[in-house]
């Protein structure tokens, strides 16, 4: 039972994940690799609250969010001006930087070692310490989560997202402010990946560098490509399934490093399918570009 609950708490997880990217690459236009680094802000600093402080877990999860948010978009700013390879590219340095941070910061992060003990979260000063509930509680962050994605996706600035995508020299013209467009939605993505990452913090009770890698920002890429760019229910079917598939490789029998290998080929041959076949996923509306 343990098993299933923290699987479902890492499905929930995922999709949180998955809704914050699909904002950012759906909507706006932008594929960002910067997913494992800001998840991982999100992950470092609440193991570091729940270790030192006795932080109620909603304070924390909070503070994952903004924080992720903050720092993400003052380090790439800049490339927020960048589109298509530019902007990848230059996220893509930016979990570099994160990764080798969490990597050599010994006096904080522990180095490779990273933070263990991870204690139950503090929910209204009681402990948390039922797997069932935490997973009702993650269950219903994700619902709020999956609300608030539907109601902005649906809102005016929304539909500016799509005409940016679509032709952002045209909406430029309209007088709208694209870069401002650009940094609200990044903003958006960086405290879901925040939030993720505290919800990942407190299901593991253990975070290191490993976890937080470039193949965890291509893993929840893959996600939304198989469900679906621009889609919120093609998102979540797309953490499903891979999700699925993910968890099913982990539990056959096979050694770690081979079930490792086995998943990395597995997203790797459907992103390469879908890319030519269905470039817009399950139930997407638009393709990568």
Known sequence: MSVILSILIQLCMYSILALGLNMLVGYSGLVSSATAALFGIGGYLTALFALHYKLDFFV??????????????????????????????????????????????????????????????????????????????????????IFVANRVCTSPFGRALKGMREDDIALEALGKN??????????????????????????????????????ESIFVLSMVVLGGVGSIKGTLVGVLVLGIISEGVRYVGLPASIAFQARQIIYGLILVLFMIFRPQGLLGQYKIT
């Open 178 to 215: 694209i870069t401002a467009f650009r940094v609200k939605t990044f903003v958006f993505y960086a405290i879901y990946c925040g939030m993720a990452g505290t919800i990942y913090a407190y299901n593991m009770r253990f975070v290191d560098p490993t976890a937080f890698t470039s193949d």
């Open 60 to 145: 924390i999860l909070i503070a994952g969010g903004v924080f992720a948010a903050v720092l993400g978009v003052l380090v790439s700013l800049p490339a927020l001006r960048l589109k298509g390879d530019y902007f990848f590219i230059t996220t893509m340095g930016f979990t570099w930087i994160i990764t080798n941070i969490m990597t050599n910061w010994m006096q904080v992060t522990r180095g490779p070692n990273g933070l263990t003990g991870i204690p139950s979260p503090l929910v209204f000063g009681q402990v948390l310490n039922s797997r069932f509930l935490f997973f009702i509680l993650i269950l219903i962050i994700t619902a709020l989560c």
